[in-house]
């Protein structure tokens, strides 16, 4: 069974640019998160949605940070622009309920020069 | 505010056993987990407790809860190799989103 999906797996790029990671759940949960983990500040949560609706994105970091779920099985995390201390692995994970069992993706690594 | 916390490295040698504790904030977390992250990986469930119990086990893994103290410990028997990985905490905050410790890294000495 496929598990989630990130993509891509690794990112370099420069500060400025615009970074999109995207994300594709597990076929039928219906809640998503996106978590950020830094040696620093550990795993935080950005945002999650349910049913494509999202619900908390009180830890998205500022308004550079954007995220939508257009549909059940497609999730997208931008930054815009990016800096260099965004920095970081970017997990997206999903559950069949919203405090159910997360299933994580393999992450994300972003590296802003 | 919510807050997890817990140590952050244990050394073991092969065969002994692991005991790594957490502490939480939120009395009204229904459930507590622990995940487990290996190199390069994301978070896989390791095993959860309700929080109306004290005590789980499974298999080498064994959870305590003492909701009075609002502390959490994994207990892994054995500890293999394997086992070497960086090890969450996490509560359940108003039944809906997870927070998560730092992580405690375990590193099995053969």
């Known amino acids: 069974d496929a598990g989630v999906i990130q993509s891509p797996r690794h990112e370099v790029t420069e500060m400025g640019q615009e970074v999109t990671l995207r994300c594709k759940p597990i076929s039928g949960h219906n809640s998503l998160f996106w978590y950020r983990q830094t040696m620093m500040r550990g795993l935080e949560l950005l945002i999650y949605f349910n049913n494509n609706v999202p619900i908390d994105d009180s830890g998205m970091p500022e308004d550079r940070f954007s995220a939508k779920m257009p549909n059940a099985s497609f999730s997208t995390l931008k930054i815009q622009p990016s800096e260099p201390r965004d920095s970081a692995v970017y997990f997206c994970a999903s559950s069949i309920q919203e405090a159910g069992e997360l299933f994580f993706g393999e992450g994300s690594r972003l590296t802003v020069l | 505010g919510e807050d997890v916390e817990q140590s952050l490295f244990l050394s073991v040698r092969e065969g002994d056993s692991s005991v790594i504790n957490c502490t939480y904030t939120d009395s009204s977390s229904t459930y507590l987990y622990w995940y487990k992250q290996e190199p390069g990986a994301g978070l896989q469930l390791l095993t959860y407790?309700?929080?109306?119990?004290d005590m789980k086990q499974d298999q080498r893994l064994t959870v305590l809860l003492n909701k009075k103290d609002k502390h959490l410990s994994l207990r892994i028997a054995d500890t293999q190799t394997g086992d070497s990985a960086i090890y969450f905490c996490a509560e359940s905050i108003a039944g809906n989103k997870l927070v998560f410790g730092a992580g405690t890294i375990l590193r099995v000495k053969s």
């Open positions: 407790i309700f929080s109306n119990m």
